[in-house]
């Protein structure tokens, strides 16, 4: 009989430390089983960052490194650089990725870094305690914006995604989320081609995946996901943007 | 023998550099090294070795964590303002036991200051510099050869105890220009030891993981200890210094870099006139040389810190000669340096 569903030999088989019904298991289990449909997990060097994912190398079972946070493009650049036959990516949240790694973030992708960005959106800081994010929503409440978030106050939520879409030597750009079956495989494409990017020389491919945090949202699980489709989407609308 | 060529202190370290086998170098411009990393971007293509200019210095110490992670021999360079941005990644590059090797170019302090010679970043860099219990390897050339050739030590012992490696130089040293004598010994350096670590892809192995943080209870208590117990290695190991005349020695002169230059000159004159000087000159401050503190140890004897500080190695003498012996201080920063004027002056005070 041919078997068509196994666990992934880039995922360990250990448990994860992420709340139910988080997106960050997800989006490592799609990038774990790309890993494995590619061939790569021999070649693949992952970069992960500082935020709730900053163990991510104990869940996947291919070579990465810790970044400082924010850095983790600044230190897949010098990855990359030396290596240039391996594949590498990064592994970022929307902190990370977005505010204090906004520098490292645009500069990497405008030298056209030939890596691959997995940008974890979920409009909050989860590993700190539920902060205000760059990405947070207008009038989301958040520990640091505990009446909401103010354009007055805090501004708008960056679309970073948008901004680097700007940039020539950006190659490839996709808004993914993670709300229902149909859009995760959907979102499992566009990681594939931002991976297969980088394999075929053509450069900087990054993936915005819209991922639920139903602990600073102060959600059920369930109710999460509608509210990445019923909000989330309408600030941060899914589809390929470059 | 090789011929002699004529270089600036900058270019010296950045060709010593390459000699060693550093084929990665990101950095960021400031005065007064930028002709370091403007050498590393003409001679980095013709080794087939790496040159970025990186954002900041955050981006450039960081892509420097990234090149070693992968196994490259990988530098960066700076002068003051910078090296205050690069302490994250130093801390991080420490924690992850990773080599790197640091050059900072020094300039006067505090905040932009200017961009004359100083000494004004010893502490930053002999003690943690950046966050949590950690050293660097600490290498203070004094003139344009020695800068040259500390750029071999500075990666081997960086490779040898998986450590940040600085080079503690100054703006005088970066900017004159001395005939040297490139070595061209054509060592092939010894990176085999790396393979096990490096971050190469998990071909034929179990995957390596490159890291500085420790969740587990009682994890990172383990593997500081661990770091206090290669810092002592090296402390017992790693000492290196010069010095003249220190067998009969009462007054004994202590210099590093460019400042024991004009030391050595006023002790080398003294001497022709008979008067019992000698010098110690530190050319690593960490580990500091504590050996070249046992000498004439009597409450007659005069040790004279000289520094273009306040007083910063000022301190790790008082500490090493415990009130054995007498110290003095000689010190300006901010544009002005101790001639030998100065130290002569200060000399006659004391021997009265
Ligand atoms: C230099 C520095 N500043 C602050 C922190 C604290 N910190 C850790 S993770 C984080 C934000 C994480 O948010 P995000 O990147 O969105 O990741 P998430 O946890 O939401 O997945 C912050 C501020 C840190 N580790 N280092
Ligand atoms: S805090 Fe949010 S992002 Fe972090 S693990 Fe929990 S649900 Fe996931
Ligand atoms: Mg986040």
């Not at chain 2, 950045?14 to 990101?26: D, M, S």
Request: overall charge positive.
């Amino acid at each position: 009989m041919e078997k068509v569903f196994s666990h992934p030999k880039s995922l360990r088989n250990v448990s994860t430390h992420y709340c139910a019904g988080c997106g960050h298991g997800i989006a490592h289990r799609l990038i774990a089983e790309i890993v494995d449909e590619l061939g790569i997990r021999e070649r693949v060097i992952g970069v992960a960052p500082v935020g709730c994912a900053v163990i991510a190398y104990d869940y996947w079972d291919f070579d990465c490194s810790e970044a400082a946070h924010g850095r983790a493009l600044a230190v897949a650049t010098g990855i990359k650089r030396v290596r240039p036959q391996n594949i590498v990516f990064t592994y970022q949240g929307d902190g990370d990725l977005a505010a204090i790694g906004t520098n490292e973030t645009i500069h990497a992708a405008n030298r056209g870094e030939n890596v691959t960005v997995i940008f974890i959106n979920n409009a909050v800081y989860g590993m700190t305690g539920g902060q205000m994010a760059p990405t947070t929503l207008l009038g989301q409440k958040t520990t640091t914006t505990p009446l909401g978030r103010e354009i007055k106050l805090h501004g708008y939520p960056l679309k970073i995604s948008e901004m680097l879409a700007l940039l020539p030597a950006v190659k490839y750009i996709e808004r993914v989320s993670l709300h229902s079956p149909p859009e995760i495989i959907k979102a499992k494409e566009a990681i594939k081609l931002a991976f297969q990017n980088q394999i075929d020389n053509i450069g900087f491919s990054l993936v915005e995946i819209l991922s639920p945090c139903p602990t600073y949202w102060d959600m059920p699980p369930k109710k999460a996901l509608d509210w990445i489709k019923e909000v989330m989407m309408k600030e941060f609308p899914i589809g390929r943007i470059k | 023998m090789s011929k002699k060529i004529l270089m600036t202190g900058n270019e010296a370290i950045a060709e010593g550099a390459i000699q060693a086998g550093c084929r990665f170098y990101a950095g960021y411009p400031i005065t007064p090294q930028n002709e370091l990393p403007a050498y590393m971007a003409k001679r980095m293509p013709e080794v087939e070795g790496v040159f970025i200019q990186a954002e900041s210095e955050l981006g450039a110490i960081n892509m420097v964590f990234g090149a070693s992670a992968a196994g490259a021999r990988a530098m960066t360079s700076s002068s003051s303002p910078g090296m205050s941005l690069k302490q994250e990644g130093i801390s991080y590059i420490a924690g992850a036991e990773l080599p790197a090797v640091i050059v900072n170019v020094m300039r006067g302090g505090p905040g932009l200051g200017n961009i004359w010679p100083a000494q004004s970043d010893y502490f930053q860099a002999t003690r943690s510099g950046g966050h949590g219990d950690y050293h660097s390897i600490v290498l203070a050339p004094s003139c344009v050869q020695e800068a040259y050739e500390l750029m071999f030590l500075a990666f081997d012992l960086a490779d040898k105890y998986r450590t940040p490696a600085i080079i503690l130089g100054d703006g005088m040293l970066g900017q004159m220009m001395e005939p040297i004598r490139l070595s061209a010994e054509h060592r092939t350096p010894n990176t085999e030891h790396r393979k096990k670590w490096t971050l190469t892809g998990c071909k034929g192995r179990s995957p390596n993981i490159v890291k500085s943080f420790y969740m587990v209870e009682g994890d990172l208590e383990k593997f500081n200890l661990t770091l206090q117990r290669k810092y002592k290695t090296i402390q017992q190991k790693e000492e290196r210094f010069e010095s003249l005349f220190l067998d009969d020695a009462r007054i004994i002169l202590v210099a590093y870099g460019s400042m024991a230059r004009i030391a050595k000159s006023v002790v080398n004159n003294l001497r022709k006139k008979g008067k019992k000087v000698g010098l110690v000159r530190p050319i690593t401050l960490w580990p500091f040389p504590q050996k070249a503190f046992t000498y004439n140890l009597s409450p007659k004897t005069y040790y004279l810190v000289i520094e273009m500080s306040y007083g910063q190695m000022l301190e790790d003498v008082k500490l090493t000669i415990n009130g054995k012996a007498k110290v003095e201080f000689l010190g300006r920063a901010g544009g002005g340096i101790p001639t030998e004027e100065d130290i002569m002056n200060k000399i006659k005070r004391i021997s009265v």
